[in-house]
């Protein structure tokens, strides 16, 4: 792969201040994105990786919340549910810009840490792990407070926030929800990918139903969709980590974010399932464990020196997620009987869980597969177009194309 042809899909999707995930498909800022493409701008110019931090910074609301989605002005139709539908200027506590009131998983301050480490200087010389440790220690008060669930862990309220929309763990809370028929609806998304590849409608009617009970009531601790999950929740782990380091840096104290790091930790053990070999998410609405093997299962591997890191090894390895045979990390387990290899986060590999599952086998010492996996995501994008998955038999690309993240991802993997 030649790092010209990545570099040149981060040119062509950015913005001025930010990075779109994809020019048609996704034509605003979404957070999670945000921070995966920062990881691989910072090869390019630390000084931009630090600015599309920022802007997402910037549309942070009062209460801490980073928003899903921050809107590109004048842009209404191009994307559903847009600035329109949430009218974030009317609810209290907005920020300067129209954003979703949703959130995703917390990848920021894991993402703020390595762009920092990318140029010390250039950060040091702007300021810039001093102006973000703010925000972030907002942000992560707010996931652990307005987003406190059951043993100590955050909870997510739309199947949206949780990063992977249509997994087959949420189609139990999503069934559980009141019939909703909102007659046509509004699919912007199929000008730029085959419905095959993408939700269904009666997904998308009950995405709205959850997206409107959010939007106009805040009381998230009745919201009618509430999940714990392993990938939230390792995040957020993983970036309390990358705030002792900042705080460190910034010769503030460290400690607190040991103790958060290590606490979180502890508490994701609730979420293990022995059986499976791996985590599942808690469904805290009808106060049931989520069975199903899944990536975001295996994501808590990001953590390093997690005791279950050994047994998490092993899953991959076995038949489920097949790792060094299929191509990257599935999605989802590849022997359940609704394993669908071109369907979304119903099987497809993903650039961004192939990046992570990387990162925690190499923290937890199983360096050859760490290398293994980074050079097949390296090899990968440029020869999919930079997809935004892939079928993990064959390789086939699906989901959009010139994908921001998976051209990130990429030249980081080349990187290291
Ligand atoms: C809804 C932007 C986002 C990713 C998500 C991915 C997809 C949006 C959608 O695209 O979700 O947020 O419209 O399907 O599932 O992980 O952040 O790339």
Redesign the pocket.
Known sequence: MSAASAIAVLERNWRGSYTV??AGL?PHQ?S??SAFIAIGLRHVSARRAQQELESLFAAQWDDGRLP??VFTRDNDGA?SPGPLFWRSERIPGHPPMSTAGLV?PPNHAWAVQLVHEADPAESARRGFLERVYPALLRWHDYLRTIRGGPNGLTFLVHP?ET???NAPTWDAPLAALPEVDLGEIERP?LQHADQSE??SNAEYSRYLYLAAANRDEWDVSAAPFRVVDPLANALLARSEEALAAIAAEIGQSPEPHRAERARLTTALDALWDAELGCYVPWDDVAGRPLRARTVSGISPIVLAGLPRADELVATLRGPHFALGEAVLVPSYDLLASDFDPSL??RGPSWFNMAWLVAEGLAVNGADDDARRLRADLAALAEPSGYAEYLDPWTAAPHGTRS?S?TAALALDALSR
């Open positions: 995930p994809a996704y979404w999670w994105d899903q989605i994307y995703q949206w990063g992977m929309d998304d993408r939700p979304y986060w994908f993240w």
